[in-house]
């Protein structure tokens, strides 16, 4: 099969496109063709070495993907050749306290896809036969692999943890991003009022046309300054964050008393000082999140496929030119999502 390898950590100059063995599934496991592939920040991390995550070379990265069933291992009955199906990126192992009551996203045994084992950059992907979602007729690869990591993330964290009502007040950091830009229609659904951060005038543009009422640049004022001009000096109920760094520490400033954070990513700085006098004076709380489940990712899928949710493509590329995609991500000039098609 055609895939992009790494024989080592680097620049975008690692990536290598060339011809790889197709992975032969083994009992209990399926290989998927892949259609469509996503770019994520994620992969640039799992390139240059910052993951964290080990994994041998030769390695292929990918964490999401669409595709259909192209073969079977022996034992595997509740999926048939030719269906559509997304590969789940936490491949839990289902036999665990977390995988039995149903919060794989929790298993401390899983692998990852595209981190720990292959993945979904290349022609064919091999996973088990439980880390599988059906995709509904609807949208097409590409719309829905650039659907399933981003919704399924801010679903998880707004519906799921931050129990986001109609009517409260809502800040997105990095809305232009494809996990913020999914997690400004999820909060616009469930009826929120929506302040949006960004670094540019034109992600923050597309940000209001997509539903904020209030919208801040980043690089030019003080986010929590800004939220209280914006809310009357009362601060937010609650804050999607995908950046960490500083501005999560301007983001727990921003918060109303009992507000809740969200915190999906730190791309901007893991390590971050935190006043823990503004956390418990305000009753604040402050929660980790952003792995969802596979019912989560049907949930959204399902909701895209009723018009309800809408994925952003910006741009979608051979897959052989994975590294002009990681590029682009790494110029911080996208909204929404890139997709590679093998």
């Known amino acids: 099969m055609k895939a992009i390898a790494l024989h080592q950590h680097g620049g975008v100059d690692a990536l290598r496109y060339e011809t790889l063995p197709t992975p032969d599934p083994g009992p209990g496991e399926v290989l998927v063709r892949v259609r469509a592939a996503g770019v994520n920040h994620i992969d640039l991390d799992i390139r240059n070495g910052s993951a ?14 669409v595709g259909e069933v192209a073969a079977l291992g022996t034992g595997v009955e509740e999926w048939q050749l030719g269906e559509r199906v997304a590969p789940h990126f936490i491949l839990h192992c289902g036999s665990c306290a977390a995988c039995t009551a149903g919060r794989e996203n929790t298993c401390q045994a899983a ?4 981190a720990t084992v292959w993945g979904t950059y290349a022609e064919y992907v091999k996973v088990g036969r439980q880390h599988l979602v059906r995709v509904p007729d609807g949208p097409d690869d590409a719309e829905a ?8 993330t801010a679903w998880e964290a707004l519906v799921e943890v931050g129990h986001l009502q109609g009517g409260e007040t809502l800040l997105i950091n990095a809305a232009g991003s494809g996990v913020g830009s999914a997690g400004l229609q999820v909060a616009a659904l469930m009826g929120a009022r929506i302040i949006a951060t960004a670094g540019s005038a034109a992600k923050l543009e597309r940000a209001r046309a997509a539903g904020a009422e209030g919208t801040i640049n980043y690089r030019d004022e003080p986010i929590d300054e800004r939220v209280r001009d914006l809310t009357e000096g009362r601060g937010v109920d609650c804050v999607f964050d995908c950046v960490g760094g500083d501005v999560l520490q301007q983001s727990i400033a921003a918060l ?48 895209v496929a009723e018009g309800k949710l809408q994925p952003v493509i910006q741009q979608r590329f051979p897959l052989a030119n994975a590294g002009a995609a990681q590029t682009l991500i790494e110029s911080r000039e996208v909204y929404g999502r890139l997709v590679l098609e093998p």
């Open 52 to 65: 964290g995550m080990a994994g041998a070379f030769p390695h292929v990265m990918g964490v999401d993907a």
């Open 111 to 114: 692998d990852i896809l595209g």
């Open 145 to 152: 692999v650039s659907a399933y990591i981003p919704f399924a």
């Open 256 to 303: 109303a008393p009992g507000g809740r954070l969200l915190s999906v990513g730190a791309h901007a700085g893991e390590v971050v000082p935190v006043d823990m006098i503004q956390l418990f004076r305000k009753h604040a709380t402050l929660y980790g999140c952003g792995r969802s489940t596979r019912a989560i990712g049907r949930r959204v899928l399902d909701l």
